[in-house]
């Protein structure tokens, strides 16, 4: 299946020039796993990189900078940094997913309401983005719900359809506060998604309300 | 008798357009195109190397290319690449001298204008070209430029050491590195695709005017950054953010998908 919706070239951007947030660029980096094209902009955002740096006036170092950096050069460069350990829930089941996420420690799953679960990922340099995976049964009908903040989606499998579309593996959808969204999961199989937010989710109506507990984390 | 026309672009050293000029190229016989290149590189003179060409209009008799030329001293792109390769192959503390000579001051900018320290900046741009050092041989001249490639190295030590700072944690424990694998499965192509990629970007940005250049410079800084940089350029930081989603959107656009 082609991917059809796509984080935006400045969103991409921010991800090569290391500038998003670690929830964020989990977000991305989720997309671009699926996406060669995205992944070429990225890429090219690298070239850009390189000719900004290049084109950079230089800073003065310190007199001895470079003498200091001669007495290293033959020491033996430090082994393999510490690799985390391993997640206690493991990723691995979780198709789609880039190989450093699977390596982050999750929790397990909970309801958050009728045939809706949530698992939250522990991101090692957390920001302010909380980022989980959301799994819906085929058929469900999310509740209406507007964003405090941003919200960052990557299907992961399954698909499902709102008024921006209709969205399968590998696709991005970027919610903030200016959009109402009803979400309805497609039927035939799960909805997995990985998602990335910024605030809270405000669900309305008297359900939203009752739940909006649960769903705080 | 082959007559190429062989259109010079000359880039200032922030890779913006200089001028231009068509050079006609003789010489008896039907030239493989490879070949063809190979003679423009003797009448750009030895200090200007060739650094990006593509063949416009392939069919016609008389062939033309377009080139840029990077007047960045002491030499080009390619240069630097080489210089690498020489630290990969045999260690070359000569070939590292002149890279640690022109990259550490500039790495060390780059992290100033990211909001770190002068302290902070120094140990990056020393670190950034250790990591050069230590890590030449997985250098692949077919897939990054040299200047691309030490960016990254700059940028995920910018983010080690921000972590570093925010988590208290010693500066080089994160693995920034693996969060920018995401490529599943890269194929053999990728790497050409890169190769013209970097190309097509040199070419995209030397269109740009000088204040659209700051703007795509700013991009590579964290958004705290932003508030500075717009007193600097004298536009209200709300411009600054449009311009710079503008900025991004027209060199994709400019770029296409298979860049």
């Given at each position: ?46 070239h850009i990189g390189g000719s900004v740096l290049a084109g950079l006036p230089p ?159 | ?8 672009v000359r880039n200032d050293r922030l890779g913006r357009l200089d001028h ?31 650094s990006a ?15 840029s030329i990077d007047s960045e001293r002491?030499?080009d792109a ?24 022109h990259?550490?001051?500039r790495?060390?900018t780059f992290?100033?204008r ?31 430029g040299?200047s691309?490639?030490?960016f ?49 970007v040199r070419a995209a940005l030397a269109e740009l005017s000088e204040e659209q250049m700051r703007v795509v410079e700013l991009?590579f ?26 900025a991004?959107?027209?060199l ?8």
């Amino acid at each position: 299946m082609t991917v059809r919706h796509h984080p935006s070239d400045d969103l991409l951007a921010g991800f090569a020039a290391g500038t998003l947030d670690q929830g964020q660029h989990v977000a991305v980096a989720t997309h671009l796993a699926r996406c060669a094209q995205c992944r070429a902009w990225a890429r090219s955002v690298e070239h850009i990189g390189g000719s900004v740096l290049a084109g950079l006036p230089p800073s003065a170092l310190s007199s001895d900078a470079f003498s200091r950096i001669e007495a290293r050069l033959g020491e033996a460069a430090p082994t393999v940094k510490p690799a985390l350990p391993p997640a206690p829930g493991s990723l691995d089941d979780v198709p789609g997913l880039p190989s450093f996420v699977r390596r982050y420690p999750v929790g397990g799953w909970k309801m958050i309401g009728p045939r809706v679960y949530l698992r939250p990922i522990v991101l090692p340099d957390a920001g302010e983005t909380r980022v989980f995976l959301l799994k819906s049964g085929p058929g469900t009908k999310m509740l209406e719900h507007t964003h405090t903040g941003t919200e960052m989606t990557c299907v992961l499998a399954g698909s499902f359809t709102h008024e921006g579309g209709h969205y399968g593996p590998g696709d991005f959808d970027l919610g903030d506060d200016t959009m109402d969204h009803r979400v309805m999961v497609d039927p035939g199989e799960d909805c997995i998604c990985l998602v990335a937010m910024v605030g809270d989710l405000r669900l309305k109506g008297w359900i939203g309300r009752l739940m909006q507990p649960f769903v705080r984390m | 008798m082959v007559s190429l026309d062989c259109l010079v672009v000359r880039n200032d050293r922030l890779g913006r357009l200089d001028h231009s000029e068509v050079i006609q190229v003789t010489r008896p016989g039907v030239l493989a195109l490879m070949d063809s290149i190979a003679l423009c590189f003797p009448l750009l003179g030895a200090s200007e190397a060739v650094s990006a060409f593509r063949l416009r209009d392939a069919g016609s008799p008389r062939r033309s290319f377009a080139m840029s030329i990077d007047s960045e001293r002491p030499t080009d792109a390619a240069q630097w690449s080489r210089l690498i390769e020489a630290v990969a192959a045999r260690q070359d503390r000569d070939a590292f001298a002149e890279l640690f000579e022109h990259f550490a001051p500039r790495v060390k900018t780059f992290m100033r204008r990211s909001g770190a320290s002068e302290a902070s900046a120094e140990e990056v741009a020393q670190e950034a070209l250790l990591t050069v050092w230590r890590k030449a041989k997985l250098f692949d001249p077919s897939s990054a430029g040299a200047s691309a490639w030490i960016f990254t190295i700059a940028r995920n030590l910018r983010i080690d050491l921000a972590r570093s700072e925010r988590r208290r944690q010693p500066f080089g424990s994160s693995d920034v590195d693996a969060e920018f694998q995401v490529d599943p499965s890269p194929l053999p192509e990728a790497r050409l695709v890169a190769a013209q990629s970097e190309a097509r970007v040199r070419a995209a940005l030397a269109e740009l005017s000088e204040e659209q250049m700051r703007v795509v410079e700013l991009s590579f800084y964290e958004e705290k950054t932003h508030p500075d940089i717009a007193e600097t350029l004298r536009i209200p930081l709300g411009t600054v953010k449009s311009r710079l989603r503008l900025a991004m959107k027209r060199l994709r656009g400019r770029l296409g998908d298979v860049s």
